[in-house]
């Protein structure tokens, strides 16, 4: 690494602690595959059969467009690049159907282990960051054309290092404490996801103003790398065709309450789907999780009681770091990602808004409101004697 960077053990400490998106710039000039023309990404690929999500871009729902309303079609690298450059999708009989202009392809959140040889995963490594045990076996792999995107949502462990390896993606963050403008829910159901019930397509082309929020916004270029802090909200969209890699990274104390709550989710979810019609199961669940209908209940109930005792465990043995000589945020390969200063909704409009999605109640209503996260948080305080 250049004289003029940092030690690792100083980023790592950095990252550790700060409580604040940050873009690294410099950090990753090792990696090849920063360096990939489209013809090397090509040969990479090779024939590979790439399982794509199809959605719509700019969208104007109020609600997301979630993973179990997109189609999914097979193509190859090559496919996918002639038709995002209008070039007709080959021999791809599905593609040749689909305009460039309304619809999106996204290969994404994919373990890049399930997907790669060694010798790729190699390419990987996050030693810059003070993770030098960490490469592609811990990565996952994102390739989507222009309009792709993932809903709005925090990750309930460990924070987030985003690389940026080809194209522009946009990223529209929020922090924990704009939790309750962003209406989280638990539906549709992922692990370890808390998704806000806000479409941001809605908005695709400038930053929603949604009252009382604080949203920080940051544009990556090839070479940046993202700092996604704990429980931060993100938005992600692709300005044009962008490949990225990230890794999540535990963080030990923290985690053992995240897992509390995500075991507390699991089971009313678990237990729920038993007496649940086939078509609201398919809203409750996404399509990652669909064997949460068959789950083991006794498992489950197995994994509530396993979390606690860790849980209570954990919060014996912590005891808090100084992080007062954290590294100052000044150097050339940090940039601190800004907060726009954004007008606020007309609060009539807001209670408008509120009433009519209020309006009826059903069985997903009652789950969603069952696994809020203020209810799970005051749940697990419950279990634990607080």
Known sequence: MASNFPEPSEVRRLISHFQKP??????IDTWPMLKFSMSDWNNLFSDKLLEC???KRDSKSDKPQWERQSDNIKCTYDELIKWSENCGGGNNVELSGLETSKRFLYYGYKYMKDIFDLEVLQM????AFGYPERNGTDSTFWLGTAGAHTPCHYDTYGFNLVAQLAGRKRWILYPPED???LQPTRIPYEESSVYSRINFEKWAEAVPDIEGTHPHVV???????????RHWWHHVRNEELSVSINT????????HKARLQESLVKFIVAHTSRNLPTDVLYELLNPNEEDMADADLDEIQNLVGYT???????NRKHTPEDISELPLLSDPWILPVACSQLPRLDPE???????????EVDALDVIRAFSHPRVIEIVSQILQGE
């Open 124 to 127: 990987i490594d996050w030693k």
């Open 22 to 27: 940050i873009v690294f710039r410099g950090l």
């Open 308 to 314: 606690l005792k860790a849980t209570s465990a954990a």
């Open 179 to 181: 939790t309750c403008f």
């Open 53 to 55: 999500r199809v959605g």
């Open 248 to 255: 999540w990274i535990e963080l030990a104390n923290e985690d």
């Open 219 to 229: 544009e990556l270029v090839p070479g940046d790398v993202l700092f996604v802090p």
């Open 349 to 359: 409009v807001k209670k408008a808004r509120f009433d009519e999605d209020h309006a």
